[in-house]
């Protein structure tokens, strides 16, 4: 099983601020960069190890999940997080595994929630993030212009959130566009990481933005969105974007 593992980590690179406690958690594929009140390091483990373990056992039984890039209904056997996964595909019209990194990144936020009440959970380049304060997430968009010059400025009263990027031209990870940047913002991680691929996956040159925006607007559950192609930007819904100093 694979998640984002090759996303590059802007978030890692780019959030200055020194008020949470930081660490890492990696098991296999999966790689989370996790910000709370406290360290939760070893909680955040027995959560991860819970859900790769619970998804990897439905995956043996329906290998089809695993590799569909298309919508693929979930069995009564399939656990919560597969759940999400497929409800995510299904409403962008993508594959469950185009929702894994956010999956993760959300359960694994949801529950130290309830430890912690601030957390951001990143899992390559993909954030669940419940903040008590006004956060900046740094804008990565390969060779853009755009890329690193920028940040989504994210309020409290907006989260939790999540915020998942898709990129054509950047990483390893499977899009059929070539957007530098596809950005989602939505209640719902998975939910974010799905629809990022979907956007990206319409955007091949700058003239597709529109065309990739009215898709967004359709999309039921989305706050808002951005999408980058070489010098230009699309966006749409509750995007706040700062130059980056």
């Known amino acids: 099983m694979k998640t984002s593992d090759y996303e590059p980590r802007y978030y890692r690179d780019w959030s200055k601020d020194r008020d949470l406690v930081s660490f890492n958690v990696t098991v296999k594929e999966t790689d989370l960069y996790i910000r709370a009140c406290r360290d939760l390091k070893k909680k955040a483990l027995v959560i991860v190890q819970k859900q790769r373990a619970l998804l990897e056992n439905y995956l043996a039984r329906h290998p089809g999940f695993l590799t569909a890039l298309e919508p693929f209904p979930v069995g009564d056997d399939a656990p919560a997080i597969a759940k999400i996964m497929e409800e ?22 949801r529950e130290l929630l309830k430890v912690s009440p601030e957390v951001i959970v990143e899992n390559g380049g993909d954030i669940f993030m419940k903040t008590v304060k006004t956060r900046l997430v740094g804008v990565g968009a390969g060779d853009s212009p755009y890329s690193g010059k920028i940040a989504l400025k994210i309020e409290p009263v907006n989260t939790p959130l999540g915020i998942c990027t898709s990129s054509g031209t950047v990483g390893h990870s ?15 991680a998975a939910l974010a990481d799905a629809a990022a691929t979907a956007i990206g996956n319409i955007v091949k040159t ?30 749409w819904g509750k995007v706040n974007l700062v130059r980056r100093d």
């Open 88 to 109: 995510a595909g299904e409403k962008v019209g993508v594959g469950p595994m185009a929702a894994v990194a956010g999956a993760f990144a959300e359960f694994v936020g």
């Open 206 to 235: 700058e003239t597709d933005i529109p065309q990739a925006i009215d898709f967004a607007r359709g999309v039921d559950g989305l706050i808002g969105v951005a999408i980058i192609k070489d010098d230009k930007m699309g966006v």
């Open 174 to 188: 499977l899009s059929f566009g070539k957007a530098d940047a596809a950005i989602v913002l939505a209640s719902s």
